[in-house]
C-alpha cells in the first residue's frame, strides 16, 4: 500500500512537472511571438512615420513653389505695370528732353 501510494504520488509529481515544462514552452513561445509582434509594429510605425514625413515634405515643397510662382508673377505684373507707365510718358519725356536742349541751345549764344 505505502509503495502503491508512494508511486500515485511520483506519478502525479511527474505529470505536474510535465505540465510546469509545458506551460512554460508555451510561456516562451508567447512571449517570443509578442516579441516579433512588436517588433513588426515597431517598424510598421516607424514606416508609417516616414511616409508621413515625406509625405508632409511633399505638401510644403508643392506650397513653396506655389508661393515661388505666386511672387515671380506679381513681379513680373508689376514689371509691365512699369514698363507700359513709362512707354506712356516716353513720348512726354522726349519732347521735353527735345524742348530744353533747344532752349539751351538759344540761351548760349
Known amino acids: 500500500m505505502k509503495t502503491e501510494v508512494l508511486k500515485n504520488i511520483k506519478a502525479t509529481e ?3 512537472q510535465s505540465l510546469i515544462n509545458t506551460v512554460m514552452a508555451e510561456r516562451k513561445r508567447i512571449l ?3 516579441e516579433l509582434e512588436a517588433d513588426n509594429l515597431v517598424m510598421k510605425a516607424s514606416t508609417s512615420a516616414e511616409e508621413y514625413r515625406k509625405m508632409r515634405l511633399a505638401e510644403a ?5 506655389r ?4 511672387i515671380v508673377r506679381e513681379g513680373e505684373r ?3 505695370d512699369l514698363k507700359e507707365k513709362g512707354t506712356q510718358n516716353l513720348n512726354s519725356a522726349v519732347e521735353l528732353l527735345v524742348s530744353r536742349f533747344k532752349e539751351s541751345l ?3 549764344p
Not at 508661393?67 to 505666386?70: Q, S, T
Request: proline share 0%.
Open 14 to 16: 511527474d505529470e505536474y
Open 78 to 80: 508689376k514689371s509691365a
Open 61 to 65: 515643397r508643392a506650397q513653396a513653389e
Open 32 to 34: 517570443a511571438d509578442a
Open 67 to 70: 508661393k515661388h510662382a505666386e
Open 106 to 108: 538759344h540761351a548760349h
